[in-house]
Structure formats: structure tokens, C-alpha cells
């Protein structure tokens, strides 16, 4: 069996969202010091607070980056309201799962999407 699941790999070798909102909304930035991962993620919120944009920088391994993506891709389009549900088990599992010693990856990634809300509605 393969040590990665093939939505693991495609995100990892096709990250989605990749870059910078440099007008962005909210910003939230992340880091694991036992890993080496750090995370950036740029909200673009509209009026109606839907995450029209949203864009992640992250230096890691591949299943932080993996896990940034598909974050990326899930609460793109969707009410802020939402996003702040979204766990790191639901990224995993939209990965196909993740390895359990990379389970922290997909941790990071939900903290960094709270931290770019938490930061969009400290500017309010």
C-alpha cells in the first residue's frame, strides 16, 4: 500500500491557491517548530462575508502543502461561517487520509484558515 493517498500526491504536486492576496482581508500565519512547517493563508471576503479568494504560502513537507491545498479548496466560495467549522479530520479525509505521524499537517492547515478569521474579524 501506498505510503500517500493519490489525492495526496496530486495536491502536492499541483497545489491549488498557491500565493499571496496582497489586499487581503484576513491573513493568518502558522508554524509547527517539531516539523519545520509554516503556513500563511490570505482570505478575500466580500460584503456578504463569502470567501471569494483565498491563497496559501506554506514551506513544509509535502503533506503540509498537500493539506494547505485541498484546505484551500474547501472553503473557497463558501460563507465564512463555515469555514470556521471546517476540521482537520475533514481535510484529511477530502485527502484520502493522511499517515498518522502527518495527521498534524492537516492540524496546521485548519488553524491557519481560524488564525486568517480570526484575523479578518480583529480588523472589523
Do not use: Q, W
Not at 12 to 20: A, L, S, Y
Not at 25 to 30: C, N
Amino acid at each position: 500500500m501506498a505510503l500517500y493517498s493519490e489525492k495526496v500526491m496530486e495536491h502536492f504536486r499541483n497545489p491549488r491557491n498557491v500565493g499571496v492576496i496582497e489586499d487581503a482581508d484576513g491573513v493568518g500565519e502558522v508554524g509547527n517548530a517539531k516539523c519545520g512547517d509554516i503556513m500563511k493563508m490570505y482570505l478575500k471576503i466580500n460584503d456578504d462575508e463569502i470567501i471569494e479568494d483565498v491563497k496559501f504560502e506554506t514551506f513544509g513537507c509535502g503533506s503540509a502543502i498537500a493539506s494547505s491545498s485541498m484546505a484551500t479548496e474547501l472553503i473557497k466560495g463558501k460563507p465564512v461561517s463555515e469555514a470556521m467549522k471546517l476540521t482537520n479530520a475533514a481535510v484529511a479525509e477530502a485527502l484520502d487520509g493522511l499517515p498518522d505521524y502527518k495527521m498534524h499537517c492537516s492540524v496546521l492547515a485548519e488553524e491557519a484558515i481560524k488564525s486568517a478569521l480570526d484575523d479578518y474579524y480583529s480588523r472589523k
